[in-house]
């Protein structure tokens, strides 16, 4: 049989959810990385995708939700629009990461620091600092 899902949203800091089995018995899932846990968006140019796949995996493994690069080859026509959704990441993020290898930072990726510096945002990179 299989197992329900109740969300229990009792607390609005927590996100927690309950499991529920065919004997009615409550599990619940602790959150014990909810203090330690960033929210960090990769900003960086699409040549890079496979160091913008290791940093994802590094900083999930160290108990972040990472924001990564969700279209790395696109036509021109989605320019526009993937832009602004890198926008509405930096914008729900605690932090960005800079993939700027071998020193390089193109005109959009400048754009985003520039837009998060202008949000307060905590800017880190992968090779110094800007």
């Not at 526009?80 to 390089?104: A, T």
Request: proline letters at 2%; glycine letters at 4%.
């Amino acid at each position: 049989m299989p197992k329900e899902i109740e969300y229990n949203n009792s607390d609005p800091t927590k996100e927690t959810f309950i499991v529920v089995d065919k004997k009615r018995e409550k599990f619940e899932k602790s959150d014990l990385l909810a203090d330690k846990m960033k929210i960090i968006t990769l900003c960086g140019s699409t040549r890079f995708e496979k160091t913008f796949n290791e940093l994802e995996k590094q900083l999930t493994l160290d108990g972040n939700i990472v924001l990564s690069c969700g279209v790395f080859e696109a036509d021109e026509k989605y320019k526009e629009m993937l832009n602004k959704i890198n926008k509405y990441k930096i914008d729900i993020s605690d932090e960005i990461f800079v993939i700027n290898v071998d020193g390089y930072i193109g005109k959009s990726t400048l754009n985003e620091i520039v837009y998060a510096k202008s949000k307060n945002k905590t800017i880190r990179y992968l090779e110094g600092e800007e």
